[in-house]
């Protein structure tokens, strides 16, 4: 980040310069392979954090972001992988899904996020209790599209993290405490509620990173013909029977119903930016028949890709440009 925004880091601190926003980072190596970040800070500009998979290591980015715009502006999720991050909320992502992150400008958020490996939350809660809150997050994630909230006990732990400067006389071991508490909280918050809803997936932590690799894999690219299921079912390195049942129980459809439903999601999220003709969409989510393209757009939504059209003006700027962020990782800042 330092390099991106060329600005100095010094001692784990990144401030803004004045020409992006203000406000700062701060970041932190922990013992067990456990990393933070902590920011409070306002763009100028939004901005666009794009998160390539990392297709041979996985490992977790658990969110806590508190805007202080009274949670106006758009819904988290709009599009696959895509969160909108002007609403309070407590997000878990893997490094094995392909995100952005949307920060909009002249927001004030704070935040906290916590990077660990599989491997810690084995050891801190256990193989089973792990599989079982990994497979059902992100199946009830992806299902839902809604995230946790934050409330007063999460709120209390990240007073004390975001700071600066954080200044104690175990620092490091003080960051360490609260970040565990922030995951447990999570963990047992969440499986609490699963419990009284009855809804538990059993899936063991292999078999939820390769479903993990096949969804990502699934809603990658809408341009063409969707991976068949033998394709997938190497990918994922289970049978395709297996495959079709475990897909469909950690995220709600069938693999070829959930492609389709994310493919319209991926059509309207580029109707309403008003950049693009009908006929341009429905070719970049694969159609090369319009009335296909507008015939499922309306079973999907109840109103034809062209009544979206005229409901939304244009917002943009057409000098939007993607840049580098880091290891390969791509910043976009709308103009």
Do not use: C, W
Not at 31 to 41: E, F, K, Q
Not at 179 to 188: R, S
């Amino acid at each position: 980040m330092a390099r991106f925004f060329h600005a100095p880091a010094e001692e784990n601190v990144l401030r803004l310069p004045s020409k992006l926003g203000k406000g700062f980072f701060s970041a932190y190596n922990l013992p067990d392979g456990l990393s933070v970040m902590m920011n409070d800070s306002v763009f100028n500009e939004t901005m666009f954090f794009h998160q390539q998979s990392a297709v041979n290591q996985q490992y977790f980015i658990l969110q806590f972001n508190e805007p202080q715009n009274d949670g106006v502006g758009q819904e988290m999720y709009n599009e696959p992988h895509v969160y909108h991050l002007n609403k309070n909320t407590i997000l878990l992502t893997s490094s094995l899904m392909e995100s952005t992150f949307v920060v909009p400008e002249k927001v004030r958020i704070r935040s906290v996020r916590v990077i660990f490996g599989i491997d810690f939350l084995n050891r801190f809660v256990g193989n089973e209790i792990a599989d079982k809150f990994i497979s059902n997050y992100f199946s009830i994630l992806l299902k839902k599209r809604t995230a946790e909230f934050i409330g007063a006990d999460y709120r209390l732990i990240m007073d004390e993290l975001i700071k600066e400067k954080i200044e104690h006389p175990l620092r490091i071991k003080f960051i360490y405490n609260r970040a565990l508490l922030l995951i447990e909280k999570l963990v047992t918050s969440f499986l609490s509620k699963l419990e009284k809803n009855a809804q538990v997936i059993k899936l063991k932590d292999d078999e939820i990173s390769r479903l993990i690799k096949v969804e990502s894999l699934l809603v990658k690219d809408f341009s063409g013909t969707p991976s068949t299921i033998a394709a997938l079912s190497k990918v994922a390195t289970m049978s395709p029977t297996k495959l079709k049942k475990d897909f469909k129980s950690m995220y709600g459809l069938p693999i070829y119903e959930y492609f389709q439903k994310n493919r319209m999601v991926r059509a309207k999220a580029l109707l309403m930016e008003g950049k693009y003709a009908v006929k341009e969409v429905g070719m970049m989510v694969g159609y090369s028949n319009l009335g296909h393209f507008a015939a499922s757009f309306k079973k999907e939504f109840g109103v034809l890709p062209s009544e979206m059209v005229n409901d939304h003006s244009p917002d943009f700027n057409e000098k939007d440009e993607p840049m580098v962020f880091g290891n390969g990782k791509k910043v976009s800042v709308a103009q």
